[in-house]
């Protein structure tokens, strides 16, 4: 299936994905270069955290290159069902790897994912029991 969008649209929606992370995680994102690639190393990557992570930082450290996150538009749109699940799946990649950025490993931020797939539900049942009354 498939959904196709500009590179500018692509851009849009990371820095939405990015403007949709929680203000107090999005205060500590310093010296973090987010970008958009065609493609990445493998076919089905979605994105890239590359860097050194918070929790392995001390204050002695001095001021290095930028941690970068590289967000990859060609698999999204390959694996997208429509536009909504296009912005969704990026959203999650966004947050996936701003999780690796914070020191989350693969198992605790499946852990987290799970937790905001529920609370994700729950917000679309209360939405669709508000819309009802």
Do not use: C
Not at 27 to 43: D, F, I, K, T, Y
Not at 77 to 94: G, I, K, N
């Amino acid at each position: 299936m498939g959904v196709t969008v500009s590179r500018e649209e692509f851009e849009q929606i990371v820095e939405r994905a990015i403007a949709g992370i929680p203000a107090r995680f999005r205060a500590r994102m310093e010296n973090l270069s987010v970008s958009v690639e065609a493609w990445g190393p493998g076919r089905d990557l979605l994105g890239l955290y590359e860097g050194r992570p918070l929790t392995e930082r001390s204050v002695s450290d001095g001021f290095g290159q930028p941690d970068r996150i590289r967000i990859f538009q060609k698999p999204h749109e390959e694996m997208a069902r429509s536009r909504s699940d296009l912005e969704q799946t990026v959203a999650d990649t966004v947050w996936h790897e701003v999780g690796h950025y914070f020191g989350l490993n693969e198992f605790e931020i499946a852990r987290v994912e799970a937790r905001r797939g529920r609370l994700r539900a729950l917000r679309g049942r209360a939405k669709a029991y508000n819309t009802r009354r």
